[in-house]
């Protein structure tokens, strides 16, 4: 879910409980595991999702190298490598992200019209990420987790395998490193920024 905060007794308060507070400190999560059931003593909480627009082109950037996901060379050919680099602006490095179904997404790039894919259908670590053309596999859809404790920032798992998250690997501050897949550990260089590019 790309986004989640809490309003108590239908009252829209931006910051329920003080500026900086997170909603998991004072609510208890639903059944579900989605959404919260109640909030200190008010059991009537609606939970409020922001999600992802498919008309806007979003950027989706590193947190420990600030670089951003990006089809190499421009290509547009099935099977080409994903990488970062300092984003430019250029419509390789732009993507829309479109929901298919509950916490599931397709991240499709904006030059070539393919989708974030993982290097032929693995999840295992080490696995690259790379473009091609849509086909509903689980390997091309997407969950964004948000990371309640930083807000703003989010793990990127295929699927099929949500213990991991993408990544640079290799030389973490250069521009050209491949994406690939490996079992999440909660470093930096495996969260994600996602906005709107301009």
Known sequence: MPGVSAWTEQRPVPEPFYSGALCKGYCTTSAGGEGFSQ?????HVVTVWRNFDPATQYKICNKTSARCLEVAGSSTSDGAAVQQRSFSGGSNQKWTIIQIAAGKYKVVNAKSGKALDS???????????????YSG????????????????FYKLSPVANSNTSICPWGSLYSDGTPIEDWSYNTADYQKWTITPAN
């Open 119 to 133: 290097k032929s259908g693995k999840t295992s670590d080490g696995t690259a990420a790379i473009q091609y053309a």
């Open 39 to 43: 909030c200190l003593s008010y059991k």
């Open 137 to 152: 596999a689980t390997s091309q859809q997407w969950s964004f987790t948000s990371l309640s404790d930083q807000p703003g």
